[in-house]
């Protein structure tokens, strides 16, 4: 038998170890027992799983217990709210800039975004952004062990869906609970909104450092016009890339330093700018070519020029639009929780919460807040200003250092207001709100000051006229009157000139700015409250006080008036009585082009067209000859203004404010600490604050000519006539008040017209003692006294109520008056006989002295009893006698004489020639007696026939009266 190979017999054996029975059974035990093993590990991993399951979730659920389930709406309002600049406009939707906040946001629609931007910042943001519905687990758990190591490496776990969770719901509090609420929030905003939605959300939430300006910017919008100078639509891929890297670090990797200067070191932000170009590569979305050339481009080249903020050129526009779009949103949410404007006003406390609330809204919600200020006209405006020559010099003023307590001296300049208004609408066209706002941000057009007699036609003529009081030739007194309850005695108010212009027509008063005469007038009426007219126009700033003191009239306010408040009255007159509103917020829309607030011009009936009109028609003659006619050398274009100017006491301030058929402008200038104005030089600072208004006038008139210097004037309403009247009393003239010239023509209502004739002025006799005239008597000697035209001295107390110690005064400086005749009062005869004068001679002239009885008004001479002269009290008491006996004897008022005088005898010691001389001289007087007595008697005679005829024709005009009123 052959022997077998041995390779069989290997495989023999082998076979043999797996089919012997006893290997089998300790494979199948081993199988077995391996078996359970793994199945009880199994086991155990999936009870242990469940069990860290159920903790991890159990600790989950702890941590998100408390956050509310969050509906569609609830999530939509919390992630679509952030904070958005407002933006302001110029009138005629000319853009101003941003609101000034310290994050400047602009939002915008992802398809309003360049596609590189969306890709790069997905890409280097969240790769599986449109893969996940929220949170990406893996990235969780290698977060979640990174933390929990302590690992060196943190490569983050969130989406940007839970980023925008983070910024806009919750906070960036570095916890669990936090991360777990975020994870919950992120899964249920993936439920509620797409893809675009979420992402456009974050585009317009994310930080991107500070623009070139150095401002802190967020979103897209915000950082391609900030860095770049660019839409975000029209964003370069380097562009987009440079932008899409800064959320990691916004201010380690922005370009920019807080004042707006390039930084030293760009580094960083490079490469971080190569960085998303390398992960936009990697994903595919852009070629090998893009990402080369983007690489290398210079981006530097495109960073934006800083950009002048609006605050910075326009610090009070910006301002004043602020503050007052503040105040309307106030009221805007204070009215949908049920309070008004006025309840605001009475409680500081409800003020200061709706007023902070509306400042939020202004700076986060993105309004776009459209003004009515003019851009060009504001430019000039502003350019006249800082060329103006005729300030006047600047003033030493000490002040006290806020940060030492030291006292120093600084030299405060002369500042300046101004306003220009739309009478039809109110809207504030433009205005001025100082010279400098680096030096002083007081807006001087909203800062209140006395408003001196540019209070005149609000507060006394307008209201004096309205209640039938006064007219434009109403007859006032400008003498020296003690017009303070509580100064009684004491001569106020004064003029600006220091004089006293005698009586004077209230047109004449407003147009020369005469204080006495407005006092006068508005002391007449304060009874009947004319401060309620201010209130009716605008003043907000009235006191208790305003209402009562006298000192109101002409311009002493507790706390002053602003230039547009005072500017905005004077358009009431040129609205035909109807006072509007200015305003210079004409509407506020929303982010969603939604209008919220739109300016609606309402009117408040003050004046009548009627009085409206005599008041502007009296406010023309301060413009053609009164206190403003400079204004009309200094205009380049002609108008039908009408204006007041005003002073303050000691000339702290100066002001004009006029008005035309279209627009009212005031201009104000004065010292911030008041001081006089009055300084050395030509010009005066009334003529210097004058020809500042004509300036900026003409500033105007070169924007829009039309609007400042309309076609049409001031149109007469209805209900008013001229009537010719005295100009010494504003009553129908008289015989005498003709006689005297004074006659004149002047503008009434038609319910104020003068029904009474003038009794100021009548023809007759005076006597003249000294310097002094005095009312002649019946019985005074006619060649003692003169006929003329003659103040009646009782007119006067008749008239106005008060007593003038001279009248004289009431006629100074009145050159219409001049003929007239003013005396002081009528003589009262003491009823006896005058005491004889004491007489004495030198050589041939016979002298003696004045008696001392007042009512002595001439002497008669006597040669040899016959009566040779009559010498007036007022003339030289000496005659030139000729040889003879003398007597002289006084004569009084009533015409009794004295007894005689001692007699005086007059030798003939002359020669020949001088006793010729004599002779003719006392021939010459003896026949100018005696002409003068006949001269006399025939006027007595004349005037006995007039008096007969004026009798009869009385008679036969009652006659004709009594049968008109029979019939």
């Not at 569609?72 to 407002?86: F, L, W």
């Not at 066209?429 to 807006?443: L, M, P, Q």
């Not at 279209?662 to 210097?688: A, C, I």
């Not at 050159?815 to 005749?821: C, D, G, Y």
Request: net charge neutral; with cysteine.
């Amino acid at each position: 038998m052959n022997e077998r190979p041995k390779w069989k017999n290997y495989l023999h054996g082998f076979l043999s170890f797996f089919t012997n029975k006893k290997t089998v059974k300790r494979a199948r035990i081993t199988y077995e027992v391996s078996w359970n093993i793994i199945l009880i590990f199994i086991i155990l991993l999936i009870v242990g799983g469940a069990f860290a399951g159920g903790i991890g979730a159990g600790y989950f659920a702890s941590l998100v217990k408390e956050e509310p389930i969050r509906s569609y709406k609830t999530m939509q309002k919390d992630i679509y709210n952030y904070e958005e600049t407002s933006e302001l406009y110029f009138a005629d939707n000319v853009y101003l800039g941003k609101l000034p906040t310290d994050l400047e946001r602009e939002e915008v629609k992802i398809k309003d975004v360049s596609p590189h931007l969306v890709d790069a910042i997905v890409s280097t943001e969240d790769e599986n952004f449109y893969k996940h519905d929220g949170v990406v687990p893996k990235a969780i758990m290698r977060a979640l062990f990174q933390e929990v190591s302590n690992s060196s490496t943190q490569s983050g776990g969130s989406t940007l869906t839970q980023q925008l969770i983070k910024n806009q719901i919750l906070t960036n509090e570095v916890s669990f609970e936090r991360k777990a609420k975020e994870i919950l929030l992120a899964l249920r905003l993936e439920k509620f909104f797409s893809k675009e939605e979420i992402l456009e959300a974050y585009l317009n939430v994310s930080t991107f450092g500070r623009n070139s300006s150095g401002r802190n910017i967020a979103g897209v919008q915000a950082a391609a016009q900030g860095i770049f100078g660019v839409e975000a639509k029209d964003l370069t891929l380097p562009q987009s890339a440079f932008i899409a890297g800064l959320p990691q670090s916004p201010f380690g990797y922005t370009p920019f330093t807080q004042d707006g200067t390039v930084k030293e070191n760009l580094e960083p932000g490079l490469e971080r700018m190569k960085t998303v170009l390398a992960r936009m590569y990697n994903q595919h979305k852009i070629s090998k070519e893009d990402y080369d050339k983007a690489a290398a481009y210079d981006i530097t080249k495109d960073f934006a020029s800083p950009v002048v903020s609006p605050i910075e050129k326009y610090p009070w526009v910006t301002y004043e639009i602020e503050n007052r779009a503040t105040q309307i949103i106030a009221e805007m949410l204070a009215k949908e929780d049920g309070y008004n404007a006025k309840d605001l006003e009475e409680d500081e406390v409800l003020y200061d919460q709706y007023t902070e609330l509306a400042d939020r809204q202004i700076h986060q919600n993105g309004y776009e807040i459209h003004s009515t200020i003019n851009k060009k006209i504001y430019d000039k405006f502003t350019e006249v200003v800082d060329k103006y020559p005729y300030f006047g010099p600047d003033k030493p003023q000490t002040v006290t250092d806020s940060e030492t307590g030291e006292k120093k001296t600084i030299m405060e300049p002369v500042e300046t207001g101004a306003i220009l208004i739309d009478n039809k609408s109110g809207a504030i066209i433009s205005f001025v709100g100082g010279r400098d706002y680096g030096r002083e941000a007081t807006n001087h057009s909203t800062s209140p000051r006395p408003n001196g007699s540019t209070m005149k036609p609000l507060l006394v003529y307008g209201p004096a006229i309205e209640l039938g009081t006064l007219s434009p030739g109403t007859v006032l007194p400008d003498v020296p009157l003690a017009l303070d309850p509580a100064r009684p005695g004491t001569v106020w108010p004064n003029n600006y000139d220091f004089q006293f212009h005698g009586l004077v027509t209230a047109r004449v008063a407003m147009a020369k700015s005469y204080n006495v005469p407005a006092v006068k007038a508005y002391a007449q009426i304060l009874p009947q409250k004319p401060a309620n007219y201010l209130e009716k126009m605008g003043f907000t700033t009235l006191t208790e006080g305003d209402y009562a003191n006298r000192s109101t009239s002409i311009g002493g306010l507790t706390n002053g008036v602003s230039v547009e408040e005072n500017t905005n009255a004077f358009a009431t007159f040129a609205n035909g009585g109807n006072f509007v509103d200015a305003y210079m917020i004409d509407k506020i829309v929303d982010k969603d082009g939604k209008v919220i607030y739109k300016h609606k011009t309402e009117k408040v009936k003050v004046f009548s067209p009627q009085t409206s009109y005599l008041t502007i028609d009296m406010m023309r003659d301060v413009i053609n000859q009164g206190t403003a006619t400079a204004v009309k050398s200094r205009l380049k274009f002609s108008s039908d203004w009408a204006g007041k100017t005003g002073t303050t006491q000691d000339f702290k301030d100066s002001w004009f404010v006029a008005t035309n058929p279209n627009v009212s402008f005031g201009v104000w200038t004065g010292y911030d600490t008041p001081k006089s104005l009055v300084s050395s030089g030509t010009m005066s600072y009334s003529m210097r604050n004058n020809y500042l208004w004509a300036d900026l006038m003409n500033a105007a008139y070169d924007v829009d000519s039309k609007l400042v210097d309309p076609s049409e004037s001031f149109t007469m309403p209805g209900g008013i006539v001229r009537r010719s009247v005295c100009s010494l009393s504003g009553l129908l003239a008289s015989e005498g008040c003709s006689k005297a010239g004074l006659v004149t023509t002047d503008l009434f209502k038609s319910s104020s017209v003068p029904n009474k004739t003038d009794d100021s002025i009548v023809t007759g006799k005076y006597v003249q003692i000294g310097n002094t005239k005095y009312m002649a008597l019946d019985s005074t000697p006619s060649e003692f006294s003169e006929t003329g035209v003659i103040l009646n001295p009782d007119y006067i107390e008749k008239l106005f109520g008060i007593k003038v110690s001279d009248p004289s005064d009431l006629i100074r400086n009145n050159t219409a008056l001049k003929n007239v005749v003013v005396p002081s009062n009528k003589i009262t005869d003491n009823g006896k006989a005058p005491n004889a004068p004491k007489v004495s001679n030198s050589g041939s002239t016979i002298a003696w002295s004045k008696s001392g009885e007042k009512d002595v008004i001439g002497y008669r001479v006597y040669q040899n009893g016959k009566k040779v002269a009559s010498i007036k009290a007022s003339d030289t008491l000496s005659f030139k006698a000729g040889s003879g006996s003398y007597v002289v004897k006084a004569v009084d008022i009533a015409g009794k004489e004295s007894s005689n005088s001692n007699k005086i005898e007059v030798a003939s010691k002359q020669s020949s020639k001088a006793k010729e001389d004599d002779k003719k001289a006392n021939k010459a007087t003896a026949k100018k007696t005696e002409e003068d007595n006949k001269a006399e008697a025939s006027k007595e005679k004349k005037q006995e026939n007039n008096d007969s005829d004026n009798k009869k024709e009385d008679s036969s005009a009652d006659n004709k009266e009594e049968k008109t009123d029979n019939t």
